[in-house]
């Protein structure tokens, strides 16, 4: 996986009940732009992501 900061990532539920995230790329650690990514949720709060194989890239235009 590979994003860039302004990218928004897509994270599916594995859960029957628990709503998919949607989060924005602030900051990306990895080199060549890898994992793992300092990101912003909708609801406001920032988590270091190390993104699964349920994540999905939204590349910014």
Do not use: N
């Amino acid at each position: 996986m590979h994003a860039v900061i302004g990218d928004h990532l897509h994270i599916k539920s594995a859960t029957v009940g628990r709503p998919e995230q949607d989060c924005e790329v602030l900051e990306v650690r990895g080199p060549s732009g890898e994992p793992p990514y300092r990101v912003r949720f909708d609801d406001g709060h920032e988590s270091l992501l190390f993104p699964g194989t349920d994540c999905l890239v939204e590349h910014r235009d």
